[in-house]
């Protein structure tokens, strides 16, 4: 067998050595008495009577070592804001912060939202809770009033940390009167909100009795020193709801010594992170990759991490090439979709600057499709390791695992099992297996590995019902997303369970019609739906954008490149899927995470309303798509 095949069996046949291996990666302060207990599955304790801290880990076990490298290079764009901090300013900050906290009447098991920009002190604000004990919820600043409340009252906080603003694009977001709105919608609003000042909110509204200035409390605690409060391995260590994508957001539960460890055991033999490197990961804190591997996976390495405020494109598309140049970045983790961004910009820019850093450039968050995955390669010589993962698992479920073995990648698929997932692919309706090529629900036998969610928040009866409950015979973790493994163990991911389109009984993922649309080189990103038909039961509608404005400028070019991308479609999976309309647009909906909004794409195309939209990022995205179904309508009529 090869390298990675024995480590994956290891980690399936002798789990509580395999793991308790990887548990040596972290400082324990008191062991743990047994690796597993799966005694009540689908719940699980890792580490079972251990104790530790995420912030020790994160940050004071490297004060011995590296106390003076930098642990936080912090970088805005939007403000023009730049600075580090050393692992030794680091703690001295955490350590004012949670005792900040900790006199606001934070104690351990209390929730903290953080609702904040991406600066520093929202790193701080996370540290600071993992150092107490408290359980930090990081909700993604810029979420509208409406949503920050649904999170408050299922959270109950007893503190809200937020800031003025923040920017994005060189507009000021102002944060205070949202968080304002918010605590009056709010069922069970905190008696406190700490509030970090940044200066761009010049009529700053102030709730004396309840709004503590960040600046002035600080100042009382410049020279803190906060024990960490000792958790027991399955003690929670943060909330963190789901992106929103397919409904009503899941309040994931995680816990603190398996998270710890799985992080370690990542950054490791996945992410190649060594101490003393930097990663760049481009994310933002409220999203589980930015808490996995902007402020946890790396500092837990020792590595230099850094925060970044702004888009990729602004002041130029070689901002973050620029980045990696400057700082000597050795790992980078982003999205496709921000590919797919820099892949519609001049190439000079990937040129301009020396990234001979960089050994990899991890991606994940959604479909990494082959054309933008080979785009990227080529233009930037290193390793692209698309990797799978969700808000729930906190870590990868499908990779490439490079450190233990340096598998040959295929692109279009994210790799194979990750270490630790019992993965299977069940038919949707049998829940058997189904073979080599087959498409089948992409599941995980329990016990989930360490870092998993543990439970939703408050809610077993919804963890059990909404995950494990999905096949009759089988105890199984569903993803809910469709995908295949190949004869040589690879995954592919087909897209969503609930984004299945049936064409005359022919059932096709949204997925394979969009890589399908994506061969035609005129394109740079789509979006398939379904729409209602009365003949065939659902009709496939593409909407596209292309690189070269030129292809659509005029109805005959428009006209000719749809065609084209029909005979693409035809070409790769057959007329069957091929769509009754493609439309151009100029801008997709997506969530502020970067993922398609096909739900409220299919409702504008069926004449419905596009439902819940809070998680939105650019509303004129939705325009463009209904003014493309109403020319459709109309042409049609
Ligand atoms: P919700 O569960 O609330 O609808 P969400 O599923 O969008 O939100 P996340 O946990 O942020 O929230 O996203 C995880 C999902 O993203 C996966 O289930 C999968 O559909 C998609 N995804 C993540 N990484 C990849 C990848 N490398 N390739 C394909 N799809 C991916
Ligand atoms: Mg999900």
Redesign the pocket.
Known sequence: MGKYADFYRRSMDDKAGFWAEQARLINWHTPFEQVLDDSRLPFARWFVGGRTNLCHNAVDRHLATRPEQKAIVYLSTETGQEGSYTYRELHAEVNRVAAMIAGLGVSKGDRVIIYMPMVPEAVFAMLACARIGAIHSVVFGGFAANSLATRIDDAKPKLLITSDAGMRGGKTILYKPLVDEALNLAQNPPDKVLLFRRGLDADLAWNAGRDVDWAELRARHLDAEVEPVWLESSEPSYIL??????????GVQRNTGGYAVALAASMKHIYTGRAGETMFTSSDIG??VGHSYIVYGPLIAGMTTIVYEGLPIRPDPGIWWKIVQDNRVNVMFTS?TAVRVLKKQPPEYLHKYDVSSLRSLY??????DEPTARWIADALGVNII???????TGWPI?SSVPAIEDLPRKFGS?GFAVYGFDLKLLDERTGQEVGADEKGVLTAIPPLPPGCLTTVWGDDKRFVNTYFSNFENVLAYS???WATRDADGYYF?L??TDDVINVAGHRLGT?EIEEAVSAHPAIAEVAVVGVHDEVKGQAVMAFAVVKDAGRTATPEATAALEKEVMATVDRELGAIARPARVCFVTLLPK?R?G?LLRRSIQALAEGREAGDLTTLDDPSALEQIKAAVAAWKSGKA
């Open positions: 709801y789901t992106s929103g994508t397919t409904g009503k957001p899941k999203w589980v496709p991606l994940a968050g959604e479909p990494l698309d990797n799978y993962w969700q808000t729930e499908l994210p993803t809910f997303d991911i897209g969503r997925r969530t995470s993922k």
